[in-house]
């Protein structure tokens, strides 16, 4: 228990230091009276965070398999319902709309309450796309050091790393991998920034897109479109960061560190990368013809809207370079596709194509067995072997993930949204792609699809609880809420 009060102060005292930069981009803006009721909140969470530190420093940190689990949990729900108090004090809304901004910043989902969001202060949008950009960073060491190492969902660690378990259980070994991680994190948001300023994108714009990218979230800096703010080069880059943040961070490694082996024997984020430039091609195609335009930049500006909204919808952001651009392929597709998601251990939310890929496979085995009863042949998914009890955790995640999608869905009906809209919704929500839900997508229905503000204090917990389900790996939050079988292990 020391243990897991220990590492939630320190997630404590991290978030107020990080928060000190909104504080001081309130003052520098002359935001005087959001500086000083965000001072304060800041001040009051390290104040408290740093006070349990030195309460309990110098005992033993070591994390047991269920203490982290439940440090999981804790930092997944606490933190944000704490966060959503200042929220409130800030936009002066409900606590539950302050509830979903937090909820929906943390794990990275991106869809808001707030109506225009150049009538709020900057601080605030670059608070909480900070925000975010913790919750991404929170996620990959979440999935890499709980998640994975549990087998949770069918998700399995690298086998040529020795993180999970043994990291858990070591403090030195466990600070280190978050330190190392955190300073990759930061280097490639140093890089996307720099990159966007350099063509020319405002600086804080930049910012907040540069949180955006890495997180694969959802938050933008005002009212305007993305492509008017960025240009045709800032979306190419927007959309190799988002494609960065949707791969594997070991396959990152392996990349600098150029270890062949490895590199070969990697499959997925090599189909990822083909899948997105397939599908940008399509966008690239549809938006060309839309445009009825025939110049040679008229071609490049198509290729670059095509190329980052491709990356926007597999690595779950849920962004439009502008309204209208997703409805222009069918709806069940770019459903289908935040439903898969990116790639494991990733800032990307859906289904992960491993779990995709180890269910194909199987599916494939099946049929061959009608014509070959007798085969004998192994599963495997490029160079991934897949045994049974993986594959049936692969289809368990996926038959839960399904459930809890419809019945988000039918939940969200009796708040008064019609059944595309909710079905939308709670599929976005899911896969944290919360702006892909919006008003465009009832331009050939009848009845109007609500905007996030419009909703429901009941949908907008039911859209909570979806974000939360689908960020923890949803088998994730019930096992963890499950006392009776952690008693037993």
Not at 20 to 43: G, I, N, R
Not at 165 to 194: E, G, K, N, P, W
Not at 270 to 288: E, H, K, P, R
């Amino acid at each position: 228990m020391t243990a897991v009060i220990f590492y939630l102060a320190s997630m404590g005292a991290i978030i107020s230091i990080v928060m000190a930069l909104p504080v001081l981009l309130a003052f520098s803006m002359e935001e005087y009276e959001t500086a000083t009721k965000m001072f304060f909140h800041v001040s009051a969470w390290g104040f408290v965070s740093i006070g349990i530190l030195l309460s309990i420093i110098g005992r033993n940190r070591a994390l047991s398999r269920l203490g982290a689990i439940y440090l999981c949990l804790a930092v997944w729900i606490l933190f944000p319902v704490i966060i959503a108090i200042a929220i409130r004090d800030l936009l002066d809304i409900t606590y539950i709309e302050a509830m979903f901004e937090s909820f929906s910043a943390v794990t990275t989902n991106g869809a808001s309450i707030i109506g225009n969001p150049d009538a709020i202060p900057k601080s605030v949008i670059a608070m909480l796309a900070i925000l975010q950009w913790l919750g991404g960073l929170a996620i990959l060491i979440t999935v890499s050091i709980v998640l994975a190492p549990s087998g949770i969902g069918g998700l399995r660690e690298e086998i040529h790393h020795t993180y999970g378990h043994s990291i858990v259980a070591s403090a030195t070994r466990l600070h280190r991998f978050c330190r190392d991680l955190m300073q990759i994190y930061i280097i490639l948001s140093a890089f996307c920034f720099s990159a966007l300023m350099l063509v020319g994108v405002a600086p804080f714009d930049s910012f907040i897109l540069t949180m955006t990218a890495v997180s694969s979230g959802g938050i933008l800096p005002g009212s305007d479109n993305l492509d008017a703010i960025l240009g045709y080069d800032g979306m190419i880059i927007m959309a190799f960061f988002l494609v960065i943040g949707a791969t594997s961070i070991y396959w990152h490694r392996m990349v600098v560190l150029w270890q062949r082996e490895y590199l070969l024997n990697h499959r997925e984020s090599y189909y990822f990368i083909a899948l997105w430039l397939i599908l940008g091609l399509a966008f690239t195609s549809v938006i060309y013809s839309a445009s009825g335009a025939a110049s040679n930049s008229v071609h490049v500006y198509a290729l670059a809207e095509g190329l980052f909204n491709s990356a926007s919808v597999f690595s779950t952001s849920g962004l439009q370079s502008r309204p209208g651009i997703f409805p222009l392929l069918p709806p069940i597709l770019i459903l289908a596709l935040l439903f898969i998601g990116g790639g494991c251990f990733s800032t990307s939310g859906g289904l992960k194509l491993y779990r995709v890929g180890g269910m194909l496979s199987q599916s494939l085995h099946e049929l061959n067995r009608l014509i070959f009863p007798n085969i004998a042949r192994p599963a495997h998914f490029g160079s991934q072997f897949y045994d049974i009890s993986i594959i049936k955790a692969l289809w368990g995640f996926f038959a839960a993930a399904v459930i809890v999608i419809f019945v988000g869905a039918a939940l969200l009906t009796t708040s008064g949204l019609g059944f595309q809209a909710a079905f939308t919704a709670s599929i976005a929500n899911f896969t944290t792609a919360g702006p892909a839900y919006g008003p465009e997508w009832s331009a050939a229905t009848a009845q109007g699809w609500p905007d996030y503000f419009e909703m429901t204090p009941f949908a907008h917990l039911i859209l909570i609880v979806l974000m939360l389900l689908g960020r923890l790996e949803l088998i994730a939050l019930l096992m963890l809420l499950n006392v009776s079988y952690w008693q037993i292990r």
